[in-house]
C-alpha cells in the first residue's frame, strides 16, 4: 500500500524559510513523479511544484517561482520542497502527491493516485 507521509510545517514570519519532507513507502519511488499541492481556507487545491521521477525535470506555479525548490533523494524514499522568502499568501496546508505513470500534466491534481494527509504552514505577516 502507498504511503505519503508529509513534515516540516510551521508558524514562520513573512521573509522565513521552511523545508517541508514527504517519505514514501509502499511502491517504487524511483519510477514516480512527484509533487507538491496546496490548499487555503477557502479555496481550491493549487498546485506549487513538481518533479520527475529522475529529478531532472522541474515545474513550479508562477506564484513560488524563484524562492520554492522541490528535490528528492531516491536513496531516502523523500522529496522536499524548500520555502524561502515565505509570505503570508503562502499560508496552506501542503500535499504531497505521487504519480506512478509521468504524466504530461504535472500541474493537474487529477494527475496524482496517491496523496499524504498534509501539513499545515502559517505565514505571519
Known amino acids: 500500500q502507498v504511503q505519503l507521509v508529509e513534515s516540516g510545517g510551521g508558524l514562520v514570519q513573512a521573509g522565513g524559510s521552511l523545508r517541508l519532507s514527504c517519505a514514501a513507502s509502499g511502491h517504487t519511488f524511483t519510477r514516480y513523479a512527484k509533487a507538491w499541492f496546496r490548499q487555503a481556507p477557502g479555496k481550491e487545491r493549487e498546485f506549487v511544484a513538481a518533479i520527475s521521477w529522475s529529478g531532472g525535470t522541474t515545474y513550479y506555479a508562477d506564484a513560488v517561482k524563484g524562492r520554492f525548490t522541490i528535490s528528492r533523494d531516491n536513496a531516502r524514499n523523500t522529496v522536499y520542497l524548500q520555502m524561502n522568502s515565505l509570505k503570508p499568501e503562502d499560508t496552506a496546508v501542503y500535499y504531497c502527491?505521487?504519480?506512478?505513470?509521468?504524466?504530461?500534466?504535472?500541474?493537474?491534481?487529477?494527475?496524482?493516485?496517491?496523496w499524504g494527509r498534509g501539513t499545515q504552514v502559517t505565514v505571519s505577516s
Open positions: 502527491a505521487a504519480d506512478p505513470y509521468g504524466s504530461s500534466s504535472p500541474g493537474q491534481s487529477s494527475t496524482y493516485d496517491y
